[in-house]
């Protein structure tokens, strides 16, 4: 009998520890938290003034600060795409700002992260601004979210809004699921969106702690009309823009310390970043980009570059900066290469990246380049895939001409500024885009200008009235008409 119990043992001490060694990790829970409007210089240590952010500060401490990142397009829905599918939002026929009369939206066929993430039996959850489709079949449970909670599209497209013409707008509705849940958001409502998406987020996190997940969490601040609970009304010197960034702030604080209680720390990957730089007509109530020039709208550096923050315990370096450009397209093929998920059939525009965020000796970004659309499909800029060079192609942009924004609500107006011929910008040396250098770097001008030139026959470009080859479809309500 010994004898058996002895040969049991052995066997068993073996097997077992070869079964354990050979087990699959646990793929990492992902959050991301993305808002809206917030300025490249709206975090602390982004170099944010009249206000303090020690959550977002603390995340940059124990992950990675990039000062480097991209928005795709700087604008709501084109964003958001980008971001969620790993397209250009030009590929996939999302363009500038979804209106609640939209009869188009993300299209079916299109991968979401979550859809993604489906694959690996993620939960999946959403709060906040959707901005891709407001009737049903264009909502996030139709595409991979298991559960939402939010609004269809901006806080701003709002009855309520100060510069909304009587009749513009509907009545802005609170959607669960793919139900209204609240036909009219009321001013009071507004004040607590923060407060509701992120309770959402730390319930998401604590029901779902037992599996992965991913968890979407999109606020609809600071984007005009601002909005804060009381909480934390008249609490920052800034007004209250920072009065709104600090509870973007506590926010992000929750979601951590959920993380912490849950012991999910070091399972978690957690991404901060914004869709787009500050809408700078609104003076102050817009965020500010920093040393950057331009903002929202505008495909110079403050349109699109923002801030961002990254945190995973052990496999990102902690308390670093990191210059090194990428863009929201990037990010589903990285995390698709992390937790081992198929990408879609059909062409996505974004790479794995994650060399470069982890830090990896001699690591350079996959892109020959990056291309910069706005409105309906202009191509305006041209960026190399290393950040240094940067072509603005000839365009139209909105400015302030160096007038200041307005005041308390009341937009500013800008006035048509052009670019008529290529300018090259030195962004290591000249991050604002001061001085342009085309005389001087030919050869680079040349080389950005073919590769805008391949865009064109692959994407399009409305201002020199190219069709492009690999565009598709959004998805598009059926109507009786």
């Excluded at 694959?119 to 407001?134: I, N, P, S």
Aim: proline fraction near 8%.
């Amino acid at each position: 009998m010994k004898a058996l119990v002895f040969r049991l043992w052995l066997l068993f001490s073996l097997i077992l520890p070869g079964a354990v060694k050979g087990a699959a990790p646990r793929p990492p829970n992902i959050i991301i938290i993305y808002t809206d409007d917030q300025g490249y210089a709206d975090v602390g240590v982004f170099g944010a003034r009249g206000f303090r952010t020690p959550n977002l500060d603390r995340l940059a401490r124990q992950g990675v600060k990039f000062t480097n990142f991209h928005a795709a397009q700087p604008v709501c829905s084109a964003s958001r795409a980008a971001l969620l599918t790993g397209c250009y939002p030009s590929r996939i026929g999302i363009h500038g700002a979804l209106g609640p009369n939209a009869k188009h939206g993300l299209n079916a066929s299109e991968m979401t992260l979550a859809e993604l993430l489906k694959q690996k039996d993620y939960a999946t959850g959403m709060a906040g601004k959707w901005h891709l489709g407001r009737p049903q079949p264009f909502l996030p449970v139709h595409h991979g979210f298991d559960e939402y909670f939010g609004l269809p599209y901006s806080n701003d497209m709002w009855p309520y809004h100060p510069e909304a013409r009587p009749g513009a707008y509907p009545p802005l509705p609170l959607i669960e699921g793919d139900q209204v849940i609240r036909r009219e958001v009321t001013p009071a409502d507004q004040t607590q969106l923060t407060t509701w998406y992120t309770e959402r987020a730390v319930r998401f996190i604590e029901r779902h702690r037992a599996r992965p997940f991913f968890f979407y969490l999109a606020h609809s601040m600071p984007h005009v009309p601002l909005f804060v609970s009381d909480k934390f009304k008249g609490k920052s010197k800034q007004g209250l823009y920072g009065d709104v960034i600090m509870e973007i702030d506590w926010s992000v604080g929750e979601v951590m310390k959920t993380l912490k209680r849950c012991g999910l720390e070091k399972d978690t990957l957690v991404i901060f970043a914004s869709d787009n730089g500050p809408w700078l007509s609104y003076g102050n109530h817009a965020g500010s980009p920093g040393p950057l020039r331009e903002g929202k709208g505008t495909n110079w550096e403050g349109g699109t570059r923002v801030p961002c923050i990254m945190r995973w315990p052990g496999k990102l370096p902690r308390g670093k900066t990191s210059d090194a450009m990428f863009m929201n397209i990037d990010l589903l093929p990285t995390i698709a290469g992390r937790v081992g998920g198929q990408l879609p059939a059909h062409k996505i525009d974004g790479l794995d990246v994650w060399s470069l965020l982890a830090g990896k000796k001699g690591a350079t970004n996959p892109h020959a380049a990056y291309f910069y659309y706005y409105h309906q499909g202009q191509l305006e800029a041209v960026v190399s895939g290393d950040g240094r060079w940067k072509l603005q192609l000839p365009h139209a942009f909105r400015t302030l001409a160096g007038r200041p924004g307005g005041r308390d609500g009341i937009p500013a107006k800008y006035t048509q500024a052009r670019v008529t011929t290529p300018e090259l910008y030195d962004l290591q040396s000249d991050i604002g885009e001061t001085t342009n250098v085309a005389t001087r770097h030919p050869e680079i001008v040349e080389r950005l200008l073919a590769l805008a030139e391949a865009a064109r026959d692959d994407l399009g470009d409305t201002l020199t009235k190219r069709v492009g080859r690999g565009l598709r479809e959004p998805g598009r309500v059926v109507t009786d008409d």
